[in-house]
């Protein structure tokens, strides 16, 4: 099976706002394991570079998974994602994600 990548885009309004959850994927980035160990592949995060085809998403994020069901426990049973939700929801505009099976 290849690998899934993930994207996920952020509309984040408030500067500082955005700011701190680059700070919450550098401490996830660090903190997240499944049967207590990294399960992430690989992880890259930043603030858009502006341009309107971002249509104000203005912070990109994209994992790599070695399976889909690492991908669902990251989002239904890590609990290094669950603070990063709890952090990004209340003040993230609107979020996107998609998924692929990398071909390549």
């Given amino acids: 099976m290849a ?8 509309k984040i ?14 401490i996830l980035a660090k903190t997240a394991t499944k ?7 690989a992880a890259a995060v930043g603030k858009s570079i502006p341009d309107p085809r971002n249509r104000g998403f203005n912070i990109s994020v994209k994992t790599t998974f070695a399976s889909m069901e690492d991908m669902k426990y990251y989002d239904s049973e890590c609990e290094a994602h ?5 952090m990004v929801g209340p003040v993230k ?10 071909v390549l």
């Fill in 13 to 26: 309004p408030n500067d500082a706002d955005a700011d701190r959850l680059l700070e919450q994927y550098k």
């Fill in 35 to 41: 049967d207590g160990k990294p399960y992430i592949v």
């Fill in 3 to 10: 690998p899934i990548e993930r994207i996920t885009l952020f």
């Fill in 82 to 86: 669950k603070a990063l939700k709890a």
């Fill in 93 to 102: 505009e609107d979020v996107m994600t998609t998924f692929y099976e990398n």
